[in-house]
């Protein structure tokens, strides 16, 4: 897969130079680093398609390494080869396959078959969710990250008042009741319908591109164009 992102993460400087030659040979974009913690400081930046992780790293377990990984949202598509220089037990191969691995490889191994199982495993890579994003007039909302930008300036918002942007526009289009909002973002019934008027004026006060879209439904609630 030409133009791939690939880390290599392995302590070993010969091995480590072996496979970013290897891919940049391919034609990916290959990248090295020595311990896990450099790693995952260059995640950070930038998430790789693949990653192929030695399991005799320094200061933390290969296989925690890829425990890590998947357990990460941003980071639990990225396929993951698990690396060993020496010859594996059976359980040892189990544990990190269980961990997260795609493949496990042992070296030295054959150039032309580790570059045909990668190629393989990146085909066959399911996409990486797309971020819930909603962007209105200027104004944008990452419901992921519960943020809010402005103009490109951070707003600050309480838990409650960005719950109820966050509903507004997922519902956009949909006349909302009172008491639809009061289930949907408080998590009760009942008829303290002033609690939504209230927040529903001070979002108005905080996004006017919000504001100008929402419209009050006399008598019902409210409806986001």
Do not use: C, I
Request: charged fraction near 30%; proline fraction near 4%; aromatic fraction near 4%.
């Amino acid at each position: 897969m030409k133009g791939a992102a690939v880390a290599v993460v392995d302590a070993d400087a010969k091995l480590r130079a072996a496979l970013l030659a290897l891919l940049e040979a391919r034609g990916m974009r290959a990248s090295g680093f020595a311990t896990a913690g450099r790693f995952f400081d260059a995640l950070v930046k930038d998430v790789p398609a693949a990653a192929f992780v030695s399991m005799e790293l320094p200061g933390m377990d290969g296989r925690e390494v890829l425990r890590v990984l998947r357990a990460n949202k941003e980071t639990r598509a990225v396929v993951l080869v698990a690396v060993s220089r020496g010859r594996r037990r059976r359980e040892e191969v189990v544990a990190g396959f269980e961990a997260g691995a795609d493949e496990f490889l042992e070296a030295p191994f054959d150039p032309e078959l580790l570059a045909a199982r990668l190629e393989s495993l990146l085909r066959r890579r399911p996409e990486a969710p797309k971020a819930d994003v909603v962007e209105l007039d200027g104004l944008r909302l990452d419901v992921d990250a519960r943020t809010v930008l402005l103009a490109g300036k951070p707003v600050k918002l309480t838990r409650l008042e960005f719950d109820l942007a966050a509903y507004l526009v997922r519902q956009r289009g949909r006349v909302l009741t009172r008491g639809a909002l009061l289930g949907a973002v408080w998590g009760v019934s009942g008829s303290g319908t002033r609690t939504v008027d209230k927040h529903v004026e001070s979002l108005r006060r905080k996004l006017p591109p919000l504001a100008k879209r929402l419209d009050t439904v006399v008598n019902v609630g409210y409806l986001l164009r």
